[in-house]
């Protein structure tokens, strides 16, 4: 009975997919999580051959959905895609085929239909469980992203409307501490609306609409609504961008990156220091650098400033979106962003474009 020799031959039969699964994935993460996988689904296999003896062929997700829902949790927390579900079941399913060679094991025509039959319903309903859950995730994320949006929103308007009223009644004068509140609190309103238009435009229009452009326009666009951010937290700004400096790329996906980029180090530089917007051309690239003053970061956490919905030190207004965006931005038009740590002093955003669209893509520059 083939379920027999599957038992009996488990840990053969084992080695020989971790090897296949192995060759096939080409790289170790893939073959070690689907080596944790294997076992669950050997047993899987064996159970619906035994079932199969003795009831026949049940219909296609008939084990019921709470068993494949198990499965494709397993394979998504394993970090596997739904094609390196599909290769590791037909890994198993050749190295049973050789493992049954080998031995000397007869595999008749009606066990080969069987196993088949197993494999075949085994990877709809694994990869069904995978799809059902990937979609409750993703579907999750998106209403914990719309609910940030909505919580930060709420909280600004609080706050301006609160504001508002005890200037309106006149319990507090209109230029006092309560006006700057008021102010403060429109800033951080239309500076989440911003960049959350900016995110819904790179997601609705994935393709970047380039255009000759003169740099020293565009940062002049960007510096206007942060000057009067920057002097209220007693930060100075420095621009040093020649006017000569130019390229080709998409203008609001440049203005959203770069307005960002600025926005972010002017909330996390200390007061009394500065935010430097530099940029230069480099043969065929134009490098653009923002420079704060927040105090460097901590070690090792230098990417994990562009994960959506991270947030770096004690400032925590807005959604935690911009360097993500201000990424996404970039590299729409070809380019790339990358920080660098100054240990005490601060960080330098550094984004790497190509001067003419189109263009091989630039490697990450190392800032100056």
Known sequence: MLSDFLSGNRQAIHELSRRKVAADAGSAPDAEAWNQGLPEVFDHIIASLQRAAKYGFP???????????????????????????????????????EAAREQGFVISADEFHTINRVLDLAIAEAVTGYEHLHDGIVAKAEA???????????????????????????????????????????????????????????????????????????????????????????????VQVASEVGLEADPQHLVSALSNLVQNAIKFTK???????????????????????????????????????????????GVGLGLAISRQAIERNGGTLTVRD??????VFTITLPRTAGKTPPAPAVAS
């Open 59 to 97: 219909a296609a997700g008939a084990d019921g959905g709470a068993q494949a829902t198990q499965r494709g949790e397993k394979m998504l927390r394993l970090g596997l895609t739904v094609s390196q579900v599909v290769q590791g079941y037909s890994a198993v399913c050749q190295s049973i085929t």
């Open 144 to 238: 914990l992203r719309l609910g940030m949006l909505a919580h930060e929103l709420r909280n600004a308007l609080t706050n301006v409307t609160l504001a508002h009223l005890m200037i309106r009644d006149g319990l507090v004068g209109a230029r006092g501490e309560t006006s700057a509140v008021l102010e403060k609190g429109l800033r951080r309103m239309t500076d989440i609306i911003d960049r959350s238009l900016a995110e819904v435009r790179l997601h609705s229009e994935p393709l970047a609409e380039p255009r000759r452009l003169r740099l020293l326009d565009l940062v002049d666009e960007v510096w206007v609504t942060a000057s009067s951010e920057a002097k209220s937290r007693g930060i100075s700004l420095l």
């Open 271 to 317: 007061p009394g220091t500065t935010v430097c917007l530099r940029a230069r051309e480099l043969g065929d690239q134009v490098l653009i650098e923002v420079e704060d003053g927040c105090g460097g970061l901590p070690p090792g956490r230098a990417e994990e400033l562009f994960r959506p919905f991270t947030q770096e030190g004690k400032d925590r207004s």
């Open 342 to 347: 100054l240990a005490g002093k601060g960080c």
